[in-house]
């Protein structure tokens, strides 16, 4: 095989190691090598948004990050999104407002509507739809997604613990 | 869709990122956010040998102001650019240029020294640089130096960067006290590269202009600045005739690529809109 790395980070809480070539995108380490199929591979082309996660406290899109670069990283994935076997706020937003077809872009919806929350706890109408720009969805035509998000919203300021 | 295989270094200084550069080559690449050349080499049209990535070195981030101007790592993200009070409240047309920049994921990646590095005209950074007549500082092995923006850009993902060199700061003179400013971007969709855009900085004196400038995006092989527009608006008020005036010469300098985006005629149509939108914005928030 051709010169590896290894590369150690935390994943959703646990620390993780890995061995990878220099070319090996973080979406493939996840899925393949983590077995974290939660971010999805929607486009190729750095547009979709399907794989969006949490790193280092922002939203990327892991289709364009090497997993060399995520070294000591502190990475989020929709797998750790559940609290205590309770779906996150925004989960059970997803699912009460219909935000969800067929699930493809859901995760990396879910994903990046955690970071904006955390950016903007009472986002407009308007801040969602620019905050969540670069997340695309061929199902819902997004109404029921800022809904969700709305929904989420309201209800982790008023439960902060949840968030 | 996976990049050819490379070799991969994490230097943590400048210095040690010029010696990579000087003892590599002409295989090697500069990785910034990664978010242009990550997806050409996922299509294998760029399979670069060796990758600098330039993401560990703290000395090419961070905001901060020096005799007047702004001196900016050229590591900072679209996002810090956003953030920051310093470029919010001293040259908000950065702001505002950054904020239209593709979307919140790739802005937390991207940076505005790769953007202005990578010298495809579709990037924003270009426009808004000559706009603000900003100055590039380059190093290299055989030390630094300091570039204006104007004549930097060269064509198609070519600039005055040396092969050796990495552009390490970006220093803007902040503009004076009740600037008017805009960057105006036709899009198809969000997130998509420019059809057509439009930088403006304005000064206003007496209800006359007494200086602008005036830089469009994607209108030909690099980013323009439209003299020709600033010098007609020059000591004129801002009205209906000299608008027009202004969006007629600033078209007149176009040589847009034909694309999915729109042919010849309507990228040249979409820059004199876009100009003319943007000389209003910006006299709309002229501060006397």
């Not at chain 1, 070539?21 to 399907?50: F, M, Q, V």
Request: net charge positive; proline share 5%; glycine share 10%.
């Amino acid at each position: 095989m051709a010169g590896t790395h290894p590369v150690a980070f935390k994943l959703n809480g646990k620390t993780v190691a890995v061995e990878v070539e220099a070319r090996e995108l973080l979406i493939y380490t996840l899925r393949e090598k983590l077995a974290h199929t939660g971010p999805h591979i929607g486009c190729e082309t750095s547009h979709c948004g399907a794989c969006t996660v949490d790193c280092n406290g922002m939203s990327v899109k892991s289709c364009t990050v090497l997993t060399v670069q995520c070294g000591g990283a502190e990475v989020l994935t929709v797998e750790g999104l559940e609290r205590g076997g309770a779906l996150h706020a925004l989960q059970q937003a997803f699912h009460e407002q219909h935000g969800l077809q067929c699930g493809y872009c859901t995760p990396g919806m879910l994903m990046r509507a955690y970071r904006l929350l955390q950016e903007n706890p009472k986002p407009s109408e308007q801040e969602i739809r620019y905050g969540m720009a670069g997340n695309l969805c061929r199902c819902t035509g997004y109404q029921n997604i800022v809904k969700a998000v709305q929904a989420a919203a309201r209800k982790l300021a008023a439960a902060p613990a949840a968030a | 869709m996976i990049p050819a295989a490379f070799e991969y270094y994490a230097p943590g200084s400048i210095g040690e990122a010029v010696s990579l550069l000087a003892r590599l080559g002409g295989e090697s690449k500069l990785l910034a956010g990664g978010h242009s050349l990550l997806p050409m080499m996922k299509l294998r049209f760029a399979q670069p040998a060796h990758l600098i990535d330039l993401n560990r070195i703290a000395d090419l981030r961070g905001i901060r102001e020096e005799r007047g101007e702004l001196v900016i790592g050229a590591m900072t993200t679209e996002a810090e650019l956003i953030a920051s009070s310093f470029v919010r409240n001293k040259v908000p047309l950065l702001a505002e240029g950054a904020g239209s920049i593709a979307d919140p994921q790739v802005r937390y990646r991207g940076t505005i020294g790769g953007d202005i590095s990578h010298g495809d005209p579709g990037n924003d950074h270009p426009a808004l640089m000559l706009a603000l007549d900003a100055s590039f500082v380059l190093t290299g092995p055989r030390g630094q130096r300091t570039l204006k923006s104007d004549g930097y850009f060269l064509g198609l993902y070519e600039t005055q960067l040396a092969a050796d060199e990495i552009l390490t700061h970006i220093r803007i003179p902040i503009p004076a006290a009740g600037s008017g400013w805009s960057y105006q971007k036709l899009k198809r969709k969000t997130g998509d590269f420019a059809t057509a855009a439009a930088a403006v900085l304005l000064q206003m004196k007496g209800g006359s202009v007494a200086r602008v400038a005036i830089a469009l995006t994607n209108a030909g092989p690099t980013a323009l600045r439209a003299r020709a527009a600033e010098a007609a608006l020059t000591g004129k008020p801002l009205d209906e005739a000299s608008l027009g005036e202004a969006a007629r010469l600033a078209m007149s300098i176009c040589n847009p690529t034909p694309d999915q985006r729109g042919d010849v005629a309507y990228k040249t149509a979409m820059c004199g809109e876009m100009t003319r939108r943007a000389l209003q914005a910006a006299a709309a928030r002229v501060r006397p």
